[in-house]
C-alpha cells in the first residue's frame, strides 16, 4: 500500500510517499510561507518524485498534534479534502511527539520528545526505544513545565535522549540536574513524514470526517476569553 504523510505541526513542511516500509520520495523544508500556501504543491512534488499517482495513495498521513494550532489545522484540512477527492480514502493522525521519538529509535534509549508551547510550557512525552524499530509510549502526551519535563526524566535512572525545538530551550537544566543524557542532532529534532507514513500504517485509521486535531491547550484568545467572563 503507498501511504502519503504530511507534517505541517512546526516550522517545516515534510511530505512522503513510501510503501511496504521503504521510502519512495521525501521532501522536507522550513519556509516562512504559511502551511497552506506550500503543503499541496510539496505533496504533489513528492508524488512526482515517487512516479505515483494520487489514485494510487491509499493511506493520507498527518500529525495529529500537539503543535502549531493554525499549522496542525492546515495540514488535517488538507488531508481531508485529498481522501474526499479520493473517494474517501482512510486517513490517520500520528502524534507529532511519537513522530519525533520514532527517528531516534535506533538510539536504542528512553526518548523524551519536547516542543514548544507557550512560555515556559512544553508538550512532552516519554518513550522506550530499547527494541530500536517503533517507540513504545512511556506517557502519554501532556503540557507541563519545562522543569516538569527535566524532573521527569531525572527521575528514570536511565540514560534519556531528547528531541525536538525545544531542546535548545531546556538544554542547560537538563546538563544541570542529568549525568546520562544526549540531545538528537539539529536534524532530527523536526518530524519526518516518512515517519509518519510508517507509523500510520500499523496505526487505527479512521475516515476523514473523524480525524480531528489534538491540541493538549486551548488558544491564547480562548485564555483570553475565558479571563474577561470571570
Known amino acids: 500500500m503507498k501511504i502519503l504523510g504530511i507534517d505541517t505541526s512546526g516550522n517545516t513542511a515534510s511530505a512522503a510517499v513510501c510503501e511496504n516500509g521503504v521510502i519512495l520520495a521525501e521532501t522536507s523544508f522550513g519556509t516562512r510561507l504559511t502551511h497552506s ?3 499541496l504543491p510539496l505533496a504533489k512534488e513528492v508524488l512526482s518524485y515517487a512516479e505515483t499517482e494520487l489514485s494510487e495513495i491509499g493511506l493520507l498521513v498527518c500529525t495529529a ?13 488538507a488531508v ?13 493522525g500520528v502524534s507529532t511527539l511519537e513522530a519525533l521519538a520514532y527517528s531516534c529509535a535506533v538510539c536504542g534509549e528512553i526518548v523524551c520528545a519536547v516542543m514548544k508551547a507557550r512560555a515556559d510550557l512544553v508538550y512532552c512525552a516519554f518513550f522506550d526505544c530499547s527494541d530500536r524499530t517503533f517507540p513504545k509510549r512511556l506517557t ?32 542547560e537544566r537538563i546538563t544541570e540536574r542529568l549525568e546520562n ?7 532530527m529534532r ?21 480525524l480531528m486535531p489534538q491540541y493538549l491547550q486551548i488558544t491564547k484568545a480562548e485564555k483570553d476569553l475565558q479571563e474577561q467572563k470571570k
Open 181 to 187: 543524557y544526549a540531545f538528537a542532532p539539529l536534524s
Open 65 to 77: 498534534g500537539p503543535g502549531s494550532y493554525t499549522g496542525l489545522r492546515i495540514g488535517i484540512s
Open 37 to 39: 500556501q506550500v503543503i
Open 190 to 210: 523536526t518530524p519526518r513524514a516518512s515517519a509518519l507514513c510508517f507509523l500510520g500504517e500499523n496505526a487505527p485509521k479512521m475516515s476523514a470526517e473523524e
Open 80 to 92: 481531508k479534502a485529498l481522501s474526499f477527492g479520493l473517494g474517501d480514502v482512510p486517513c490517520c
Open 140 to 171: 502519554e502526551d501532556k503540557v507541563i513545565s519545562a522543569d516538569e519535563a527535566v524532573a521527569l526524566a531525572a527521575g528514570m535512572n536511565v540514560p534519556v535522549m531528547f528531541t525536538g525545538d525545544a531542546v535548545g530551550g531546556i538544554s
